[in-house]
Nanobody
Framework: QVRLVESGGGLVQPGGSLRLSCEAS????????MGWYRQAPGKQRDLVAL???????KYEDSVKGRFTISKNNAKNTVYLQMGNLKPEDTAVYYC??????????????WGQGTQVTVAS
């Protein structure tokens, strides 16, 4: 079983910064793709950023240059550094990990979500 625990959300003023963290634990053999998605009220859940095992990254256009995704392989943790935050970044942010368990079974796991609110 693979579990994700997210932290770092909160209320921040426009132009401010936040860092989200997501730690994966359990029967993990390898983490292949780690990513962050967000869902605003009444909208679908969309990709924000992802990072592959080879450290390739992909960003949604509206966050390019403002957000940075990174990971610590030793800690099975993925981070999302968010800067120059805008009200339209307000959403619940979800961590997602595609991994192999120690039984070499592929799994795709979601975190519980963390609220990010950007308001003055």
């Amino acid at each position: 079983q693979v579990r994700l625990v997210e932290s770092g959300g909160g209320l921040v003023q426009p132009g401010g910064s936040l860092r989200l963290s997501c730690e994966a634990s359990g029967n993990i053999f390898s983490t292949n793709i780690m990513g962050w998605y967000r869902q605003a009220p009444g909208k679908q859940r969309d990709l924000v950023a992802l990072i592959t095992q080879a450290n390739s990254t992909k960003y949604e256009d509206s966050v390019k240059g403002r957000f940075t995704i990174s990971k610590n392989n030793a800690k099975n943790t993925v981070y999302l550094q968010m800067g120059n935050l805008k009200p339209e970044d307000t959403a619940v942010y979800y961590c997602n990990v595609a991994a192999l368990t120690t039984s070499l079974v592929p799994v795709n796991v979601w975190g519980q979500g963390t609220q990010v609110t950007v308001a003055s």
